[in-house]
């Protein structure tokens, strides 16, 4: 595709459910990256991949968010059990090889819990 | 770990005046900067680097190591620069990945 490509871009569920982000990066990107992006804040790490590999989650904000990219392309963040302050734009970006080169964005996906 | 600042949150300026959005950050090595701008309804997009020393839309950044800035500067500004400023940080060095770290965010509104 043109660009990184995210679904849904909305999304309202209720506090306890489970949830999954899809993002499709940018056809030949190594790095994917994850960031969420509360209400006036900007966009802050979540979790980082080299192809299939994830090589950091340290911005993974409790053990109830869990990111796969099994087959090195298309990328998935689950979050089990919502919570309202999982409220957030969920932004998706990738790279060419990662390191200093410019990231490319998705529009996002605006989760909502109610 | 380092931090970006953003110190003012909006920015209003007039068609033609100049404009300046200011950063500082923290980080003890040498980082690699970033001004990132999300046009209403559109995405986040790169709008300059430091390291690419070149002009995007007139905007121009100047890295100032001993104050530890980042700030972008437009002489003329023009309506269609009204947006959402990001500057960000990436850590330089081998074991990088990229992982960017962002300031809050400033909005600027050019007025006609």
């Known amino acids: 595709g043109a660009g990184v490509s995210q679904s849904p871009r909305y999304k309202v569920a209720k506090r306890g459910q489970d949830v999954a982000l899809r993002c499709d990066p940018i056809?030949?990107?190594?790095?994917l990256f994850w960031y969420q992006q509360a209400l006036g804040q900007g966009p802050e790490f979540l979790t980082y991949?080299?192809?299939?590999?994830?090589?950091?989650k340290s911005g993974l904000p409790s053990d109830r968010f869990f990111a796969e990219r099994p087959e090195g392309s298309v990328s998935t963040l689950k979050i089990q059990r919502t919570q309202q302050e999982d409220s957030a734009v969920y932004l998706c970006?990738?790279?060419?090889?990662?390191?200093?080169?410019?990231?490319?964005f998705g529009d996002g996906t605006r989760l909502s819990i109610l | 770990a380092q931090r970006v600042t953003q110190p003012e949150k909006l920015l209003s300026v007039f068609k033609g005046a100049p404009v300046e959005l200011k950063c500082n950050y923290s980080?003890?090595?040498?980082?690699?900067l970033f001004w990132y701008v999300q046009y209403s309804r559109q995405r986040l997009q790169l709008l300059l680097r430091?390291?690419s020393r070149e002009s995007i839309k007139g905007f121009t950044a100047d890295l100032n190591k001993g104050e530890t800035s980042f700030h972008l500067k437009k002489p003329f500004a023009q309506e269609e620069d009204s947006a959402m400023y990001y500057c960000?940080?990436?850590?330089?060095?081998?074991?990088?990945?990229?992982?960017?770290?962002f300031g809050q965010g400033t909005i600027l509104t050019v007025h006609p």
């Open positions: 970006a990738s790279s060419p090889w990662g390191g200093e080169q410019p990231q490319h």
């Open positions: 056809s030949g990107h190594v790095s």
């Open positions: 991949f080299q192809n299939e590999a994830q090589l950091d």
């Open positions: 980080y003890s090595g040498s980082p690699e």
């Open positions: 430091h390291i």
């Open positions: 960000a940080l990436i850590p330089a060095g081998g074991t990088s990945y990229g992982k960017l770290t």
